[in-house]
């Protein structure tokens, strides 16, 4: 049987031919993403699903996918999928890392203009014949300076036009090299330096749990009065109502806003604001981008469902058919050990070492390698895969080092993952066993054994009585199961690593008795996205 594709948002229809000369069966039904209750109707009778944003792939829509194999978003931002909820599933979401960047940074560009001469406004006040020159004063761009918040593809077109325009330029991001930044011209700050110093700000960066809210009252009262601020990334970046405060008090002179909080907004109260250019997600609206994409995310998509290929997958590695069996636990492997060093790490990772003792070095380590360097970036940035993690952390001027040698020790095979950032190194080793899980077997070089569940909480300590006593209980007080506590010390009464598996998330407000302990060093609750029993 054919598989058969639905189109459920509008994509060019280059996309919808490309899939027809593969041999698959396509329903382009381009507005079925706005329609919730008839996209579940019709999800169970899929192989494919071809989206942009306005579907929501969520886990409701998933459940009922029951024939779903891959979800491609013509486009870059997967905030609209439940990835987590897919890969549990085991369907594969691909996007199309770089078909859209340029139009979308010449559309921040476009608003940082709009928004500076006030283009809108003017235009509207011209075509009523009013002739209203002495109304619109504007704003000069040359010598300006521009705050870009996240500086990867997007950010970093956005930096190359406006240094072409003569501005002086300053970007936060927690990936950003100084080599990078050197090599871009621009000139890597703290959030806090380039709130300080920027008169317009764009932001850049994917929404995740650390991005949410970046703009607010705090951060707003942290700029220059007078400043810009452009957002084509993701509405949830702002919170608009600090937003329209700032804009009520003239501390913002101007806003240009392609995203908001809640899409399609049709009643937005940043709607009729004074200097506030508002454009209904348009970032990626160029029939030179939507080529693109659309081109790119049909043949991806055509490729996995009839000949089994993985590429530009956020949750799959890409690996052929006949080494799939053997490496993907290791995948796996390797993705949760660059998970752990993300979550645990703030500051800016400057050095990888990848070590393949035994069995795992003669596996497809690229692939390995790739697995571990998306793991170790995703707390950054959602919407990397196997794909991109190399080439950004290339980009970033990360060194990645990989060490192959015979077997070490009493594992068949292990994988030993090394970090260094400006101020500290960190380390961590696991395997898997014949039941093709993962396990961690060595942290900050203390052994232990632990196994890889959906939610942990790691702490370091020294190694004194009473911890497992007051973890153990504070997980009991809070209704939280324990399915499985690891612990490891380097000697008795030295330094002290547990791993808890735990059914549940830790509870936030709990941490702080934790950390309270005074034996405690550090306490962190993590994820993984690993499927479980
Ligand atoms: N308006 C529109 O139509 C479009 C919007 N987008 C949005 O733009 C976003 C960025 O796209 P790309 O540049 O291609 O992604 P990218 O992954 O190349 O770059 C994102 C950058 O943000 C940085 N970042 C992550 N967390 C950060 C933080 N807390 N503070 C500062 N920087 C942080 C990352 O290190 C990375 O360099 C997408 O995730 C998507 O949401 C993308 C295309 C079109
Ligand atoms: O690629 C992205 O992340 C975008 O936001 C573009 O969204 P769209 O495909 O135009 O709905």
Request: net charge neutral; aromatic share 4%; glycine share 8%.
């Amino acid at each position: 049987m054919a598989p058969r594709v639905l189109v459920s948002d509008k994509l060019s229809p280059t996309a919808v031919q490309i899939f027809k000369d593969r041999g698959i069966e396509v329903d382009y039904l381009p507005d079925l993403g706005k329609d919730k209750e008839k996209l579940l109707q019709v999800i169970g009778q899929y192989d494919g699903l071809a989206i942009r944003s306005a579907t929501k792939v969520t886990e409701k829509l998933i459940a009922a996918a029951t024939r779903l194999k891959v979800v491609g978003r013509a486009g870059i931002g997967v905030d609209n999928v439940d990835i987590p909820a897919a890969s549990r599933r085991g369907i594969i979401v691909m996007n199309t890392p770089f078909g859209n960047s340029i139009t979308t940074a010449e559309h921040a560009i476009a608003l940082m203009f709009a928004v500076a001469r006030q283009i809108p406004e003017a235009n509207a006040s011209t075509h009523e014949g009013k002739w209203e020159k002495n109304r619109f004063m504007g704003v000069e761009i040359t010598g300006k300076t521009l705050g870009i918040i996240g500086a990867g593809n997007i950010g970093s077109i956005v930096a190359t036009r406006a240094l072409g325009l003569k501005m002086h330029v300053v970007a936060f991001d927690p990936f950003l090299s100084e080599s990078r930044a050197e090599e871009l011209g621009v000139e890597k700050v703290e959030l806090d330096e380039l709130f300080a110093r920027a008169d317009f700000i764009t932001l850049h960066t994917p929404l995740t749990d650390k991005t949410r809210n970046i703009i607010n009252a705090g951060s707003l009262a942290r700029m220059k009065d007078g400043v810009r601020i452009i957002n084509c990334a993701r509405g949830g970046l702002i919170v608009e109502a600090d937003l329209i405060a700032a804009l009520e008090s003239g501390k913002v002179a101007g806003a240009g806003i392609d995203v908001f909080a809640a899409e399609p907004a049709t009643d937005n109260p940043l709607f009729g604001m004074k200097n506030v250019v508002c454009t209904p997600h348009l970032g990626a609206a160029t029939s030179e981008a939507q080529e693109n994409v659309a081109l790119q995310v049909a043949e991806q998509m055509s490729d996995y469902l009839v000949k089994g290929a993985v590429a530009n997958a956020i949750n799959m590695p890409s690996i052929t058919a006949e080494e799939a069996p053997r490496l993907k636990p290791f995948v796996k492997l390797a993705e949760v050990l660059g998970s752990f060093i993300g979550q645990v790490t703030d500051d800016p990772i400057k050095e990888v070492e990848i070590l393949f003792d035994g069995s795992t070095a003669q596996m497809n380590t690229k692939a390995l390698i790739s697995a571990a360097l998306a793991g170790l970036i995703r707390p950054q940035m959602a919407d990397v895969n196997m794909v991109s993690a190399p080439i950004m952390v290339k980009e970033r001027g990360i060194i990645v080092a990989e060490v192959k040698r015979d077997k070490s020790g009493v594992f068949d095979g292990y994988i030993k993952l090394t970090v260094k950032t400006e101020h500290r190194q960190r380390a961590i080793a696991g395997t898997c066993f014949s039941d093709g899980k993962p396990r961690f077997i060595q942290i900050k070089g203390i052994n232990l054994d632990a196994e890889v569940g959906r939610h942990m909480l790691y702490t370091t300590n020294s190694d004194a009585p009473g911890i497992i006593g007051l973890l153990g209980t504070l997980c009991g007080k809070n209704n939280v199961n324990i399915a499985n506590f690891a612990l490891g010390r380097d000697r008795p009464g030295g330094d002290a690593i547990a791993l808890l598996y735990l059914d549940g998330p830790f509870p936030e407000n709990v941490l702080a008795q934790v950390r309270a302990h005074e034996a405690i060093d550090s306490a962190k609750p993590l994820q993984f996205d690993v499927n479980e029993l």
